[in-house]
């Protein structure tokens, strides 16, 4: 039998996760844990690159575990931790940033974006690096990402293929697995903004833990296009193309089947139906989110970072051997 591939994954610790996070992401590690060996984590290392509330961070961390866990990520079938538990990180991290181009971090999109608003820091600056280390410290074979993380993957794998071309090969160079429905999840209220946890508009987003009375009153407040038609168009129909995915996904029909079905029965009746079937797929995730205590998702968040300890170290005994420093 063939070894199955290994992926990586990280989350935010923002706490409250929202509908765009399960789309875009939980999801989708959810169902790969079918198919490979799944790792993920709470990368609370790289909230620190950002304004954070200091005295929430512990509480938000643990609030994500249990939210991801809630949705289905199984801490028996994957390993699940905390980033900062595991020192093995940072450290590789440190190592790949002496093969890691300036100019080319400079140039990356989301560098620019935040450093306008958070000011230039070296942390920032070296947040994709950290990010190649999260993947390679496990010998990772493929990482889910969006369209707005495809340019941080491209530098992993060019500074993966730096190490191994200078040290020797160490690690895979990982590939991309891209989720085949919604990508990409708009705030409610601005089809042209991602959905998310900044949005100064609370009703651009669903939070999975809103209650289901305020989860329809936002999908039918929704920010629509001109006329009356539904139709799967981006370009001409962002609002209802939206809608769309969620609907798609919250009910496991096609999107073409839905956009015939609604295509004639007006906005508010398309509206009414998408968060039905909205809060119909939240229900079971906000059952077993109030089910874990805080206690046993410490626990369980504990027992993951031990055993990612010891893989991390396996994979560092190497690496400092290649690089001479043992």
Not at 46 to 52: D, I, R
Not at 150 to 157: A, G, I, S
Request: charged letters at 25%.
């Amino acid at each position: 039998m063939p070894e199955r591939k290994r992926v990586f994954s990280g989350i935010q610790p923002t706490g409250d996760l929202h509908l765009g996070n399960l789309v875009g992401a939980l999801d989708n590690w959810v169902s790969m844990q079918e198919e490979y060996d799944t790792i993920y984590c709470v990368v609370d290392l790289h909230a620190l690159t950002g304004v954070y509330d200091l005295e929430g961070l512990a509480k938000a961390r643990l609030t994500t575990a249990r939210m991801v866990m809630s949705c289905g990520v199984d801490p028996k079938r994957s390993l699940f931790y905390f980033q900062s538990e595991v020192p093995q990180h940072a450290e590789l991290s440190w190592i790949f940033g002496t093969l890691a181009g300036l100019g080319q971090l400079e140039r990356m999109t989301q560098f620019k974006e935040k450093a306008d608003r958070s000011g230039q820091t070296l942390g920032l600056l070296a947040y994709p690096v950290l990010q190649a280390a999260d993947i390679a410290i496990h010998r990772v074979h493929a990482v889910p990402v969006g369209d707005d993380q495809t340019q941080h993957l491209e530098l992993t794998r060019d500074i993966v293929q730096r190490f191994n071309h200078r040290f020797g090969e160490e690690f895979p160079v990982p590939e991309r697995i891209t989720p085949k429905v919604g990508a990409r999840v708009m705030s409610l209220q601005d089809p042209a903004a991602k959905m998310s946890k900044s949005d100064p508009d609370p009703d651009g987003r669903v939070n999975l833990s809103d209650p289901p009375q305020l989860v329809a009153k936002k999908i039918k407040a929704a920010v629509t296009d001109s006329g009356r038609e539904v139709a799967y168009d981006w370009e001409e129909k962002p609002g209802i193309s939206n809608l769309l995915e969620l609907f798609s996904f919250s009910s496991g029909r096609p999107i073409d089947q839905l956009a015939a079905e609604y295509r004639d029965q007006g906005y508010g009746t398309f509206k009414a139906a998408v968060a039905e079937a909205v809060v119909d797929r939240l229900a079971p995730i906000r059952e077993a989110f109030e089910g874990w205590s805080e206690g046993e998702a410490a626990a369980v968040m504990a027992d993951g970072a031990a055993r990612a300890r010891e893989m991390a170290e396996r994979t560092m005994e190497s690496v400092r051997k290649r690089v001479g420093l043992r």
